[in-house]
């Protein structure tokens, strides 16, 4: 039997995304060739690909952002794999998924916990992971602080600006996948390009930026820090037909192999409760998504598709050099 409608599920066809981007003073005027956009001087540091603001491209829904279409049906597109929640939390997207260009060092920070974020208000905190799209020989990130730093050696390096002594320091290429969960001091250098998954959640408390003249929230990045967490690189693990490059609490993220094409039905891993939400983004080459109830969605490079879980099946085509990466949400206190 099935859990949606034959009209229903014809509504809720994958959509393309149009990124919504962000300026940040370490980023880049031109982000060729992932985003082509008019050089007019602004500094694009974040491409923010599954942001509420972010607006369907594509399909019956298109024009309409994402936090409407959340806000008017998150049953078709969460589906009922999703664990019940409150109607603020199904009224938005679980993850915010950002492409990241670093011209220059990013600010050191830290994120919250879900519990520390709630005590302020927020109604959750922020666990996120990179996977490393292009990358530059040398390049590298902060992830965490070395072993046996104190928090007050923290404090004294934001004083005296010699934080950066303390802080991990990976050497990354592309492909590889690092995990911050909340309560990490990290920090992004130039010459890589990032795709960060995370939860739907911008809090950034900064505890150094290099004199940019931004605001700092040392109390709070300090209450947040934890000397020791679980981020750094995590090995990938192989799978029939995918490579599982991070399975956590709150996202799980895939590199899919297309030989050709693949069903939609193929995508959903044994282990998954469905039918969900699922996020398909073209981190190289170029596919085609097709059904017999949608026009065909071509996805570029950069693009990224929603497949609601109320989606008709479709099939993945690979037009060329495809790497496609399959991000899915997760629930910490649901049942699995």
Aim: aromatic share 8%; charged share 20%; proline share 7%.
């Amino acid at each position: 039997m099935e859990i949606f409608s034959h009209s229903a599920s014809s509504a809720w066809a994958p959509f393309r995304l149009a990124p919504w981007f962000s300026e940040r003073p370490w980023g880049f005027s031109d982000l060729r060739p992932w985003y082509d956009l008019p050089a007019d001087g602004k500094l694009i540091g974040e491409a923010w690909l599954t942001g509420d603001q972010c607006i369907a491209a594509t399909g019956m829904h298109a024009g309409k952002t994402l936090g409407a279409l959340f806000a008017e049906a998150p049953e078709f597109l969460l589906g009922k794999a999703a664990p019940p929640s409150s109607e603020a939390e199904r009224s938005a997207s679980p993850l915010l998924i950002k492409v990241i260009f670093a011209k220059e060092k990013l600010s050191v920070q830290v994120h919250p916990d879900d519990a520390m974020a709630q005590k302020y208000g927020d109604p959750r905190g922020k666990t996120e992971c990179w996977y490393v799209l292009q990358a530059e020989p040398g390049s590298q990130v902060a992830c965490g602080l070395k072993p046996g730093v104190t928090l007050d050696e923290v404090k004294t390096g934001i004083e005296t600006g010699t934080l950066e002594h303390s802080l991990n320091m990976l050497d990354v290429a592309r492909g590889e996948l690092i995990f911050v969960d909340a309560g990490t001091v990290h920090a992004i250098w130039p010459g890589s390009i990032l795709l960060e998954t995370q939860q739907n959640c911008d809090l950034t408390y900064r505890m150094y930026d290099y004199g940019r003249g931004r605001e700092l929230l040392i109390q709070k990045s300090l209450e947040a820090t934890k000397l020791v967490t679980h981020a750094g690189k995590i090995s990938p693990r192989e799978l029939p037909g995918r490579t599982l490059l991070i399975e956590g609490d709150y996202f799980r993220v895939e590199r899919i192999a297309v030989d050709g094409s693949r069903t939609s039905a193929s995508l959903t891993g044994e282990d998954e409760p469905g039918p969900g939400l699922q996020y398909l983004f073209v981190a190289g080459g170029k596919a085609r998504i097709a059904g017999a109830r949608f026009e065909p969605l071509e996805l570029p490079m950069g693009a990224m598709a929603a497949v609601p879980a109320a989606s008709p099946e479709f099939g993945v085509e690979d037009l060329g050099g495809l790497n496609l990466i399959r991000i899915t949400p997760r629930w910490p206190h649901a049942s699995r």
